[in-house]
Structure formats: structure tokens, C-alpha cells
């Protein structure tokens, strides 16, 4: 798993125009739901486009480990034999869940109602992750977990043995967390609530509903009220996973950046609670159009065009996209850096707390290639140099963080002088298949240690 094996040490440089269709593989979050809610059904869910990324394939490691029979039929093609809300084994082993907070915070939320312990594990980035708002709701079902101090794992959890139902207000903007207080639910008798202020991802939602659980969602003076009904049957499903729109933000932006490009990514979900970054590149004045919009399995889809965009100004981004686009802040701050003026992004605390704290990995490398960036604790700020302006000539530390790699590489295309990036290993977590996509589409990327 990434950041046990050796680095890779990779080279982006100035590239030729980027030309082509960029099919980038399924969706990472909703590929956990898949085989976590497969893996609670009762009988056989097919999925096809699953990515797999080491995220996700940890995952998959993880429901064989609690009794779910997980196969891989093909390319991208998986089947999943669930044992049934409630039937979770008891794992005979340490779960590693490798770099993937999606993977072990789920996870967590979905075995704590069951009379089972587990010992979670992973990478050092992982390590270094609060599990703290996890261990937190899943107490109030009675829970009880033994971690690392400050709610670091390796941590054990003891599932509650006669759960009770519970109401929560998730703290944060974390759809992690609801996801996990909804999972716990699942095992529990009665009615589990869960009230978040801001609107996060909503894929555990749907996917439960299309599982066959009750759940309604409500907007109310207290935000954004999510009751599910414990103690289900689960049906088992046909998934077709959508395309990634975290994935398709690199060859969007890259195009975005790299003279000449014309850069076609068919088929990404448009789903408003993940589609900020693509709204915010036009705010900015980037050449990026929806064709062929249509709605897919009751989600908006289009495909993505973006082609170079010389005249980028530098904008505020509402805080209240955050969470819509929180995984997209490192690549949008290299398409910042080569618009002109400045770009704010305000009400982004929750960046300091991912794979790495990314304000920090992108301020760090970014000023080391020649840009400007300010920085607070829960916003920062990058002075475009204009579409020729980047130096570059560095080296970035990518901090075992798989958005920050990419990001970078996405600099390198552009910068007058190379990027080289001390480990292109966490990029396999998510986007596998990055190395020849982009060099498919006219990329200059290599592996530099031979
Ligand atoms: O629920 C999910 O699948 C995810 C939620 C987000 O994390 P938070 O819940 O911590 O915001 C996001 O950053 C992560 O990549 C995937
Ligand atoms: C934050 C991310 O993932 P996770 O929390 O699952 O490690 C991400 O993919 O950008």
C-alpha cells in the first residue's frame, strides 16, 4: 500500500498541447459505498466501473475480512455477497485501510453496532488523521474505542452490544462523518437522525434509498435533516459507478493551463454536492462547457470540455462551495497561479486535516516554484502570475497525499522550468491510471529514477 514501499520519484515538464478524451475512472466514494453497502445486503451486488485505486481495493480487503465474499469478475467488474445488516464477523485480523480516511471512518461507523471488535491500521498519513469524530457519534450508540492519543489509530473498536438509537449534529462539514453515524444506524432498532448545517456529499444517501432502506432527507431551521430507519433488509444492487469529478479536475485543469489544449472528459456526474470546482473555473474564466448534459441513474452527467484559458482572473470562492469542491482546492490553486490577480479561498479548515495538511503541502511547493501564497489557519490566498508566469524548477514534497502529487505534476505541464515530485507513489490510491491518461493526452510526465 502506498507509503509502505519504496518512492517514485517523478518528473512533470512544459508539455505540448494537451489533445484527446480523457476517460478517468470511477467515482473513489462511491466505489467504497459500493462494496461497504454490498457488503450489507443480503444476496449478490454487481458493480461495474469500481475504481481501483489502493483506497478501494483496501476496502474490499476489508468487507472479506468481516464476511462479505467480495470477487473481482474483470475490469472494474466486482461482485459482492453480503451477509446481511447485522452480520458482520468478527475480523480475525488487523484492518489496514492504507491511506483512505473515506475507507476506515465508513467502515468504523458500519461494524460499531455489531457485537464484534476490530483494530484498524494504515500509512502514516492515516495515522495522523482524527478519528475523534468518529469515535465521538458512535459512543452515543455505545461504542467504545481504545486509540492512539488524540483518537489516532491504531485503534480498537468494541461494537455496541445492545445499541441505541441516536440523534446527531456532525461538528464539522464532513460527509465521513455522517456517513459513519448513518452506517451505525443501520444495525440499530428505531429512528437514527442525522443534522448537518452545510450539505456534504450525499452518495451515502442515495445509495441507501436505492438499497432499499427508509430514509428521507429534510431541509429545516436546523439544517439538513437526514432519518433512516434501522434494521432494514438490504437489497442487493446493479451499480454502474460514475466517472470520478475529483479525477476529472487534473485533465480539466491542466488543459485549462497547457497552450492549445482542447480536452474532452466524457461522462462525469454533476452531482451539486461534488461539482463546486467546476463552477468556480468558470467564475474564474476558464473556457469549460457542459456537453451533452443528461441525467444518469437520477444524477445530472455531462461531458466536460475545457480548452486553454489565457484571460483567468483570480475571484473569491464562496465559502459555502467548500464542501462541494473540497477535494479540488490543491488543483485549483495551480490554475489560480496562472490566472491574474488574486484568489481567495476562504472557510477551508478542513483542508489541514486530510491525507496531509494540504494549505501547507500546496503553499510550500508553490512558493518554491515562484508563486505567492498567503495563508490562515481556515483560508489562503494565491497571487496569479498570469498564463506564462510560473517558474517552476523545484522539487515538492508530496506528504504520502495523492491530490497534492497530481497537482503538482498538473504545475509541471505549464511552468516554464520542471517539477519534480519526491514520490508520485500516492497517486495509485485513486487515479491509477493518471501516468498514461495524461500522457496519452500530450503530457510530458516521467518516472525519474528509471
Ligand atoms: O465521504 C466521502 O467519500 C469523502 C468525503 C470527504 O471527506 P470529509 O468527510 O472528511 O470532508 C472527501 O474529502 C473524501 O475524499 C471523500
Ligand atoms: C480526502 C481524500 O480522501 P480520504 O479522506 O478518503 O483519504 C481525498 O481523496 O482527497
Known amino acids: 500500500m502506498s507509503g509502505h514501499g519504496p518512492a517514485i520519484p517523478m518528473t512533470a515538464r512544459k508539455s505540448g498541447p494537451l489533445k484527446g478524451e480523457a476517460r478517468v475512472p470511477g467515482d473513489k466514494s462511491i466505489s467504497h459505498r459500493s462494496l461497504i453497502l454490498g457488503a450489507m445486503a443480503v444476496g449478490e451486488t454487481h458493480i461495474t466501473g469500481l ?68 483494530t484498524f491500521t494504515g500509512d502514516a498519513s492515516l495515522r495522523s488523521r482524527p478519528m475523534g469524530r468518529v469515535t465521538d457519534p458512535i459512543a452515543l450508540f455505545g461504542a467504545q474505542s481504545y486509540g492512539r ?29 455522517k456517513s459513519a453515524v448513518l452506517l451505525a444506524g443501520l444495525n440499530v432498532p428505531g429512528k437514527t437522525v442525522v443534522i448537518e448545517k452545510e450539505a456534504t456529499r450525499d452518495h451515502t444517501e442515495r445509495m441507501l434509498a436505492g438499497f432499499g432502506a427508509e430514509i428521507t432527507v429534510e431541509d ?29 479536475a487534473f485533465p480539466v485543469c ?135 508566469g510560473v517558474p517552476g524548477g523545484c522539487t515538492v514534497a508530496t506528504v504520502l497525499d495523492h491530490r497534492i502529487a497530481m497537482s503538482f505534476a498538473c504545475l509541471g505541464f505549464a511552468s516554464r522550468k520542471p517539477i519534480n515530485l519526491d514520490d508520485g507513489g500516492p497517486i495509485a490510491t485513486s487515479f491509477p491510471v493518471f501516468e498514461p491518461l495524461m500522457s496519452g493526452l500530450g503530457a510530458q510526465i516521467v518516472r525519474s529514477n528509471g
Open 220 to 248: 429545516t431551521d436546523e439544517g439538513h435533516k437526514i432519518t433512516l430507519t434501522g434494521q432494514p433488509e438490504l437489497k442487493p444492487q446493479t451499480i454502474t459507478v460514475p466517472r470520478d469529478p475529483s479525477s476529472a
Open 51 to 118: 475504481l481501483e485505486g489502493e483506497d478501494v481495493l483496501g476496502t474490499a480487503d476489508a468487507m472479506r475480512a468481516f464476511g462479505a465474499d467480495v470477487e473481482r469478475l474483470g475490469d472494474g467488474e466486482w461482485r459482492v455477497n453480503g451477509v446481511g445488516v447485522g452480520g458482520f464477523a468478527e475480523p480475525e485480523d488487523v484492518i489496514d485501510c492504507g491511506n483512505a480516511g473515506t475507507g476506515v471512518r465508513l467502515i468504523m461507523g458500519a461494524m460499531a453496532t455489531s457485537p464484534i471488535t476490530a
Open 254 to 388: 491542466a488543459a485549462l493551463i497547457v497552450p492549445g489544449s482542447d480536452v474532452l472528459v466524457p461522462n462525469i456526474g454533476l452531482n451539486p454536492t461534488r461539482a463546486g470546482l467546476f463552477y468556480t473555473l468558470q467564475d474564474i474564466g476558464a473556457d469549460l462547457t457542459f456537453e451533452n448534459e443528461r441525467v444518469e441513474g437520477g444524477e445530472p452527467v455531462a461531458d466536460l470540455r475545457a480548452k486553454y484559458s489565457p484571460n483567468m482572473k483570480g475571484i473569491e470562492v464562496p465559502a459555502e462551495r467548500a464542501a462541494s469542491m473540497i477535494d479540488e482546492y490543491p488543483i485549483l490553486s495551480v490554475v489560480a497561479s496562472f490566472a491574474t490577480g488574486k484568489t481567495d479561498m476562504p472557510g477551508v479548515h478542513e483542508l489541514r486535516v486530510k491525507e496531509s495538511d494540504r494549505i501547507d503541502a500546496m503553499a510550500k511547493g508553490l512558493r518554491a516554484a515562484g508563486v505567492t501564497v498567503d495563508e490562515g489557519e481556515d483560508w489562503w490566498s494565491v497571487e496569479g502570475l498570469g498564463p506564462d
Open 149 to 177: 492519543d488524540g483518537g489516532r489509530i491504531p485503534m480498537t473498536i468494541v461494537g455496541a452490544r445492545e445499541p441505541v438509537a441516536v440523534t446527531y449534529t456532525t461538528p464539522m462539514a464532513s460527509a465521513q462523518v
